[in-house]
């Protein structure tokens, strides 16, 4: 699979497991453990998981479907805004990492931007880091402006944004800022979470188009689309066995430059700055 290189020298696959959701009930826990670790099986080695998923319920379910395969994974989780103080963010880490088992987590993000400031925040991952509990840290849902503002305080290795064929305002700046910078961009919901925006993206004519030339579903060719773009990991959360393999299958579909063009043409790049789309 293709991969991408953080700026500390690990590469990681392009396609990653989300988790948003899971960790929410007892009753699915044990098919949510079985889907990560056949997500584990099929390449897609990076868990991206955080506090508030379940309210640390996620985390166990990672935790679980890593026991005894820690080395398979590149563990990524983040941190609430309001545990973002310099005693709150070690605090919080060493609760998550309880939950998940595990020793220290590879990739540790500011899940979006609170009251504390971003410096403070940043202090508190270098203890972490210097301490072995964190390998690498970053953040998430910040626009270019806060990011500008972090790279003065430290060295964030990515941006974790939503981004998709529906909402690609992240094209106009940040992407390309992040880029010249060497920073991969994480993309969560790259084929939407709200039933309204999915059903709207996949149900659009051109993806199915697309979509029959490949012999692929709408939902492949939207995966595949992010997939495409350099410097994205794409971290979509799926638990039904079919739709981990699909998700896998996305991986490998190559779009020609005509396919590309025709979902320019359906879902245009922004040609202006705009505020940065969250969930």
Known sequence: ???????????????????????????????????????????????????????????????????????????????????????????????????????????????????????????????????????????????????????GYGAPATDQVLYNLLKRGIEFDLLPWCRARGMPVMAYSPLESSGREQAALLGHPALRTVADAHDATPAQIALAWVLHQDGVIAIPKAVDPVHLRANRAAADIRLTSDDLAALDRAFPPPRRARALDMR
């Open 1 to 151: 699979m293709k991969t991408v290189t953080f700026g500390s020298g690990v590469s990681v696959p392009v396609l990653g497991q989300g988790t948003w959701n899971m960790g929410e009930d007892a009753s699915r826990k044990a098919a949510e453990v079985r889907a990560l670790q056949l997500g584990l099986d099929l390449g897609m080695t990076l868990i991206d998981t955080a506090e508030m998923y379940g309210e640390g319920g996620a985390e166990e379910v990672v935790g679980a479907a890593l026991a005894g395969r820690r080395s398979d994974a590149f563990l990524v989780s983040k941190v609430y805004p309001h545990n973002a103080s310099f005693d709150g963010v070690r605090a919080a880490c060493e609760r998550s990492l309880r939950r998940l088992r595990v020793e220290s987590i590879d990739l540790y993000l500011l899940h979006w931007q609170g009251h504390y400031p971003l410096a403070e925040t940043f202090d508190g991952f270098e203890a972490l880091r210097q301490a072995g509990k964190i390998r690498d840290y970053g953040v998430s849902n910040l626009d270019l402006p806060s990011m500008e503002e972090a790279v």
